[in-house]
């Protein structure tokens, strides 16, 4: 019979040898900004995870186990300045136009494409049935704005001071709030992404028929990921991810619902 002493022995030189042949590799935390950008982030300040980011983490956790990605909340004038000073690895959701310019970054396509479009009030009181050729024009008509979204018809400057001197825009951090100003008469106009609306009417469905919805189209919102130099993992890999969440349906399964289009991405 083997002695204790040399059992244990045994049992330590097989366990090194695990080792050895399995060596202990912890996933590299990928940090993803995280900013109030409905319905794809909702309050990230708050510890809720709600929206489609956390749904898409999520997701991105599951694919795989040599990265971790985990949400750092943020805000949409500060998420730069969070990217710059290494808080932040990726911003998702993004487009190179939306003030990245001067910042050092990689993209990648994420193919997702949204819309930002016009809602006004259908027939405020006492007045004619409106049609879309009341969109065609903004002159003259009180726009209310998300803060901090950058417009094509305003050539995408974010500034609140342009906004409001050059388009009578009132500026919240809401959709709610301004379609509300819209259904109260206290705004003409609202901006807002196809992909609030959808899930807005679907919340508030006895106002569908007091909004008119623009066939207009102010832009086409095709969604990127802004990665640092310095994150943990390459463009390449997260583009790979991406197409695995395509490839086995996730994409489909997270933003169909909120009529935003999974689109081909050149290349793949």
Known sequence: MSSPIRTASRLLLATLAVLCVVPSQAAQLVRVGAA??????VRPESGADTGLLPQLVEALN???NDYQFVLVPTSIPRRFGDFKQGRVDMAIFENPDWGWKDIPHTTVDMGLEDAEIFVA??????QPVRQQSYFA??????LALFSGYH???ANFNADPKFLAQNYDATLTYSHDSNLLMVLRGRADVALVTRSYLSDYLLRNEK???QLLVSQRIDQVYHHYAILSPAAPITGEAFGKLLQGLRDNGQMLKIFDPYKIAVVPVPGT
């Open 36 to 41: 109030h950008f409905p319905p794809y982030t």
């Open 137 to 142: 024009d903004l002159a003259g008509k009180r």
């Open 207 to 209: 106002v569908a028929d």
């Open 151 to 153: 417009y094509e018809f």
């Open 121 to 126: 009030q259908r027939q405020p009181d006492g």
């Open 62 to 64: 599951a694919l795989q």
